[in-house]
T-cell receptor, first 119, second 118 residues
Framework: GAVVSQHPSWVICKSGTSVKIECRSL??????MFWYRQFPKQSLMLMATSNEGSKATYEQGVEKDKFLINHASLTLSTLTVTSAHPEDSSFYIC???????????????FGPGTRLTVT | AQTVTQSQPEMSVQEAETVTLSCTYDTSESDYYLFWYKQPPSRQMILVIRQEAYKQQNATENRFSVNFQKAAKSFSLKISDSQLGDAAMYFCAYRTELIGTSYDKVIFGPGTSLSVIP
């Protein structure tokens, strides 16, 4: 149980275009979802926290107009990278946390990640 | 703001031996949650062990155990009988007690790369 999927797993886009990444909790209700960014050989950096039905809370230094996060349902959150540039190339990871259908309410369950390459 | 520090960028251990990975954190909260995650080359994050701050008893999961010192804000991970499959990046993480609120967040340490020598 507590499976999180991410789609796509790998995407290449041209500079200036937008790309959307989906994060789904497959067998539980995700009241909270987190979005992270990870550069090679570095740690996970929290970008934003989103609670279902509420606006996302962005970490300092993360451009909310560039990284649009939507958590419209208890099983789906999306991250849209708008007007992507090569410096946005990174590995993006989502995680989900919920109170119903999971072994614990404080544990987060991770998606497999999305590798974004902007050319 | 909360911070998490891992002072050992790289560690190595002989197969079947024991290794301890260090983690310290800083917070003004009294209740919170601590985790150790493993990230193999596939980059899929795997939960190793978790600890609720209000519990004094150290968590244990098979070969993995923690030494949680709340006053010292220390949360080290001990891996016993190390196996080749334990080789990975290990991250210590802190989650606030404000779960489900707009203040909810998870902070990761910089990570420790563990090598296991056959």
């Amino acid at each position: 149980g507590a499976v999180v999927s991410q789609h796509p797993s790998w995407v290449i886009c041209k500079s200036g275009t937008s790309v959307k990444i989906e994060c789904r909790s497959l067998d539980f209700q995700a009241t909270t979802m987190f979005w992270y960014r990870q550069f090679p050989k570095q740690s996970l950096m929290l970008m934003a926290t989103s609670n279902e039905g509420s606006k996302a809370t962005y970490e300092q230094g993360v451009e909310k107009d560039k990284f649009l996060i939507n958590h419209a349902s208890l099983t789906l959150s999306t991250l849209t990278v708008t007007s992507a540039h090569p410096e946005d190339s990174s590995f993006y990871i989502c995680s989900a946390s919920g109170t119903s259908g999971t072994p614990s309410s404080y544990e987060q369950y991770f998606g497999p990640g999305t590798r974004l390459t902007v050319t | 703001a909360q911070t998490v520090t891992q002072s050992q960028p790289e560690m190595s251990v002989q197969e079947a031996e024991t290794v301890t990975l260090s983690c310290t954190y800083d917070t003004s909260e009294s209740d919170y949650y601590l985790f150790w995650y493993k990230q193999p080359p596939s980059r899929q994050m795997i939960l190793v062990i978790r600890q609720e701050a209000y519990k004094q008893q150290n968590a244990t999961e098979n070969r993995f155990s923690v030494n949680f010192q709340k006053a010292a804000k220390s949360f080290s991970l001990k891996i016993s009988d190390s196996q080749l499959g334990d080789a990975a990046m290990y991250f210590c993480a802190y989650r606030t007690e404000l779960i489900g609120t707009s203040y909810d967040k998870v902070i990761f340490g910089p990570g420790t790369s563990l090598s296991v020598i056959p």
